[in-house]
């Protein structure tokens, strides 16, 4: 690992590795005073086949991945997710949470859903925009998905 890499061990089965190349930024994206924002995040998925499917997650579009507070990636997040929308918004919205957590999205994808994203809502009357995602093959471009609450 060069000098411009480090790896951190947060726990026993999360590892960081930071890249501190610098680069411009070429987000329209901005940092807070004393806060990075997250602007792209690259996953490696172990699908259903045991095969590695790398993802890049790109919070810099307009296909729904802006202003993202949340990332949730399993049964416990789901819940604690389900449970906290159900207190704050209402039982149809956490079961709509559920449901998009259980199901295909669409009838023809070859699996669940493996995340799900939170956005932060527009103003404090509204429900976040939330997307159940990375479960199909098809990915139309620069299309905005539809919030499953």
């Not at 999360?14 to 792209?40: C, G, M, S, W």
């Not at 939330?130 to 919030?147: L, R």
């Amino acid at each position: 690992m060069s000098a411009l890499h480090k790896e951190v061990r947060v726990e026993k089965d999360i590892n960081l590795i930071y890249d501190f190349t610098e680069k411009p930024n070429l987000t329209q994206l901005k940092a807070h005073k004393d806060r990075a924002v997250v602007a792209k995040l690259r996953a490696d998925l172990v699908l259903p086949s045991d095969k590695i499917l790398t993802v890049d997650i790109d919070f810099d579009t307009n296909s729904g991945y802006h202003n993202n507070s949340i990332m949730v990636m399993d049964d416990f997040g789901v819940e604690m997710i389900a449970t906290a929308f159900e207190v704050k918004y209402g039982k149809i919205h956490a079961d709509n949470i559920r449901k998009a957590w259980n199901e295909k999205q669409e009838e023809n994808d070859p699996r669940k859903p493996t995340y799900i994203l939170v956005q932060k809502p527009e103003d404090n009357n509204s429900v976040p925009n939330t997307y159940a995602k990375c479960g199909g093959e098809v990915h139309p471009k620069d299309i905005a998905p539809k919030s499953i609450t």
